[in-house]
């Protein structure tokens, strides 16, 4: 599987694991955790699930199930520029048009502003 049908299965294999993982956080504390803050947890836990796991092991939880990873493009071999580079990644990934930019290309608009792209091991 390589290509629009690995990032398909990665996307969709994420979002069933941070939605599992969010769900049973939001039971565990829903006595604890006023209703209104439900959203922001939620926003908060989106993007640390994305940017640690990628940031410190270059891989999803999805990408090791599929046996993928994200490496960089980029010439250097610089820890902060990686750090850079993923945090960047991460941010894209909330802007609406992102999800859309994989209609007219096969790196979405995320690999693009970091200079990575998805690899298989």
């Known amino acids: 599987m390589t290509g629009k049908k690995l990032r398909l299965v990665n996307f969709l294999l994420d979002t069933i694991i941070y939605l599992i993982l969010i769900l049973a956080f939001i039971l565990l504390f829903k006595e604890s955790i006023p209703r209104e803050d439900v959203k922001w947890i939620s926003v908060l836990a989106y993007f640390f699930y994305y940017f640690l796991f990628e940031l410190l092991a270059g891989r999803t939880p999805a990408k090791f199930i599929t046996n993928s990873k994200v490496s960089s493009l980029a ?44 690899t298989k091991l």
């Open 75 to 118: 010439e250097t071999k610089n820890t902060f520029f990686y750090l850079l580079q993923i945090l960047g990644r991460t941010i894209m990934r909330f802007i609406p048009i992102d999800i859309l930019s994989y209609l007219f290309s096969f790196r979405g608009l995320h690999d693009y502003i970091s200079k990575t792209t998805i």
